[in-house]
């Protein structure tokens, strides 16, 4: 079945977010990565996401802090980072249908080419001062 409701409130943030997280959890590629580096935080973590994707999507600033310097130090790679999108592209796509969803895939898309390519950057930057 084709959704056809659009994400509207935190309500439909908190699904979108539960579902992803959900299915990253399972997940045999990025599963691990995220339980080892969340363990036992996982509440205060889905919290955390309901605020960013409200500010994000709603414009409803709950949010506050810069996203990525959790994530610097963390094993991954483009693959990680295809795979995740890859989630949350089936994740949306299978509850939401309209302008805000398509939002969402777009700000996660960009999002992820940014941390990829830092994640890169810096590496790169550590390996030259190593030299």
């Known amino acids: 079945m084709t959704p056809t409701q ?3 409130d935190l309500n439909d943030i908190k699904k979108m977010v539960d ?10 590629t990025i599963g691990p990565v995220f339980n ?10 889905l919290e955390k996401m309901y605020r960013f994707w409200q500010t994000i999507l709603l414009e409803v600033h709950t949010y506050s802090g810069s996203p990525f310097p959790p994530h610097k130090q963390l094993p ?3 693959s990680h980072f295809d795979r995740w999108m890859a989630i949350f592209t089936t994740t949306v796509d299978e509850l939401f249908a ?4 398509d ?5 996660a898309k960009n999002m992820a080419e940014m941390f990829n390519y830092k994640i890169e950057y810096f590496r790169k930057a550590e390996k030259e001062q190593l030299k």
């Open 6 to 8: 659009d994400i509207q």
């Open 19 to 28: 579902t992803f997280y959900s299915n990253v959890r399972q997940d045999e």
């Open 36 to 45: 080892e580096k969340i363990g036992e935080r996982w509440p205060e973590h």
């Open 76 to 78: 991954v790679d483009k």
């Open 98 to 101: 309209g302008p805000l969803a």
């Open 103 to 107: 939002e969402a895939k777009l700000r």
